[in-house]
């Protein structure tokens, strides 16, 4: 089946809330690379999800707000951390396009518990920090556990003016779902809803990565980005997992 549009707005509703969430203060790095390369990083039933015949390893930093159960308000403290995570992007056999995380770094130890106990999401426990001066966004991170231990980044970008989406930008931000693998090995879609993402242009003024190298593409953070974008945020709600 053809892939589905690219609509800035989700092309359906998500459901029944089980979560809601904001992602705020969002850095998006991006590398072209061939589909091949990631298709082995893939669940069973999706394929690599292609624009102009590449597809993209995303690393995007943010800071996780307010995270709330079945409609009900964000929880305290563990619902809100930082968080860095790889991310390539998949299609499935009905079409529908998704992303799916090699890797995702907290820094609460309890969501990253609940999160590979339940969904059986890759969450690693790490000291992050965010830092803000001007227009400039600092994001670090070392990881703690389970590994590998220590593996570091720090990325840095200058955000500047509000960015006039085109198809590339959309593709890569308008995701309305995650691909993953339930504990009994069935790939499952977990559809989401937000508004229109508000973007802007971005530079890196400075890239010093291992969490790309410890999630198999270490070549990648050898070289610049080949897009980067940066977005205030978005609220977000998810609606409950549905089999492929």
Do not use: K
Not at 30 to 47: C, D, F, I, N, S
Not at 101 to 124: E, H, I, M, T
Not at 180 to 209: I, K
Not at 213 to 225: V, Y
Request: net charge positive; glycine share 10%.
């Amino acid at each position: 089946m053809e892939p589905e549009p690219i609509t800035p707005l989700a092309p359906r509703a998500a459901g029944r809330t089980v979560f809601t969430q904001r992602w705020s203060e969002l850095a998006f790095l991006h590398w072209a690379v061939p589909p091949e390369r990631v298709q082995p990083y893939l669940p069973p039933g999706t394929r690599p999800d292609t624009l102009d015949g590449a597809t993209y390893v995303g690393l995007i930093p943010f800071w996780m707000q307010g995270i709330g159960l079945l409609g009900g308000p964000g929880l305290p403290y563990v619902g809100s951390f930082h968080e860095t995570n790889v991310r390539l992007y998949s299609v499935d056999e009905q079409g529908r396009r998704g992303v799916v995380f090699v890797s995702l770094d907290a820094s609460r130890l309890a969501p990253v518990l609940a999160a590979r106990w339940g969904p059986r999401l890759p969450y690693l426990w790490s000291r992050m920090r965010r830092r803000r001066s001007g227009t400039q966004v600092t994001y670090t991170c070392r990881r703690r556990w389970p590994g590998p231990r220590g593996a570091r980044s720090r990325i840095a970008v200058s955000v500047g003016a509000r960015l006039e989406a085109g198809e590339l930008e959309h593709f890569l931000t308008a995701r309305w779902g995650l691909h993953l693998v339930d504990r009994g090995g069935r790939t499952r879609f977990w559809p989401n809803e937000h508004p229109t993402w508000p973007l802007h242009h971005a530079t890196v003024d400075e890239l010093d990565d291992g969490l790309l190298a410890a999630a198999g593409f270490g070549d990648l953070a050898a070289r610049a980005p080949d897009h980067v974008m940066f977005s205030p945020g978005v609220d977000v709600v998810f609606g409950p997992r549905l089999r492929r």
